[in-house]
């Protein structure tokens, strides 16, 4: 859950010993067991790092599966030690059930931002106060070659994290990019992605030299940064992107995944400029791709405008919720 911090009554050895001792020899067996092996100092050491959590964050809830045992005994362990802290009925898996539901109803006026690749969308998204950066939270540009060096969250926390932001949510107007079903592995939740399929567009119309500019920062500047800071090199960049290249092969057929990789090559070894295959990808591959795409969505296009007219245009639309009573 987004906000949650780790801190367990039994860690996994612990936990797995404790399980095999209840499927064996029974209920009574394996919490006699669990109290054993979390006892004296080690016990202390647990409540302890509680006792921190609690105080950093007063209304820190008491949480674990179901909503049982362990949260209950962690809850009177907290209140022996002067604190009363709150457990989540249900545990985990009443949120979780929770999150479901939030996703599977969103009620909101869905606005979707489209526009070609490289058009800095999820940058206005970013400064966007009623939108939910999908790509952010998928940890994923979005597009083949959007995977980052950092690892995606697991589907579960992707979702969590979704209905979190929507429960935060402030608006009645939902503001979203223009994104597949898939953002890498992640899936959007089937009902977001159908109001996705029907929302009104605003379209972000970007020159092309700006447009490579932009992913020039992005895809290379900002990219090798990230890969020096996780200690690999500008190789791991050029090696990535060769990958992806492989990916596409079957739409850009072979002699032009030849040409994109030489052209990648060439940049990343300093023979040649990053533009020569920015370029290239997008005249052979994004645009005629966004351009077919696009004209199966026209009817729902709105407004066209570059970057500030189109956060203008949405800021117009921008309606807050209404109080509760």
């Known amino acids: ?79 022996e030690a002067g604190f009363q802290q709150q457990r989540v009925e249900g545990g985990f898996k009443a949120l979780r059930q929770a999150c479901l539901y939030v996703l599977d109803h969103p009620e909101k006026n869905w606005w979707v931002v489209s526009g070609r690749t490289g058009s800095a969308k999820t940058t206005l998204i ?15 540009r ?31 107007d939902l503001v979203v990019e223009d994104e597949s079903r898939t953002i890498g592995r992640m899936g959007l939740p089937l009902a977001w992605h159908a109001c996705m399929q029907q ?13 490579i500019a932009h992913i020039e920062s ?4 900002a990219a090798t940064a990230e890969a020096v800071s996780l200690g690999l090199s500008s190789e791991a960049v050029c090696q990535r992107y060769l990958n992806a290249a492989t990916r596409i ?17 060439a940049a990343f070894a300093n023979q040649a400029s990053h533009e020569s295959w920015i370029s290239y990808l997008l005249s052979e591959y994004y645009d005629p791709m966004y351009d077919f795409q696009l004209a199966r969505k026209k009817d729902r296009i709105v407004y066209r405008g570059n970057h500030q007219e189109v956060m203008g245009f949405l800021a117009a639309q921008r309606q807050p919720l209404p109080r509760q009573q």
């Not at 970013?126 to 994923?140: M, Q, S, T, Y």
């Open 142 to 172: 979005g597009s083949a070659f959007g995977s980052r060096f950092t690892p995606q969250p697991t589907p579960v926390s992707f979702e969590n994290q979704l209905a979190t932001d929507y429960l935060q949510h402030e608006f009645l």
């Open 218 to 221: 992005e895809y290379v500047t």
């Open 249 to 265: 092969r079957r739409r850009l057929g072979g002699l032009r995944m030849d040409q994109l990789c030489g052209r990648i090559k």
């Open 199 to 211: 929302a009104q567009i605003a379209l972000v119309e970007v020159d092309i030299e700006e447009r």
């Open 1 to 79: 859950m987004p906000g949650s911090t780790n801190l367990p009554i039994l860690d996994d050895d612990e936990r797995m010993q404790v399980g095999t001792a209840y499927k064996q020899e029974g209920h009574e067996s394996a919490m006699a067991l669990g109290h054993r092996l979390v006892s004296g100092p080690r016990r202390q050491h647990r409540i302890d790092e509680w006792i921190e959590q609690c105080r950093s964050h007063p209304e820190t809830q008491v949480m674990c599966w179901r909503g049982g045992e362990r949260s209950r005994l962690a809850q009177q362990w907290l209140a």
């Open 126 to 140: 970013e400064r966007l106060p009623n939108a939910i950066d999908l790509e952010g939270r998928a940890n994923h």
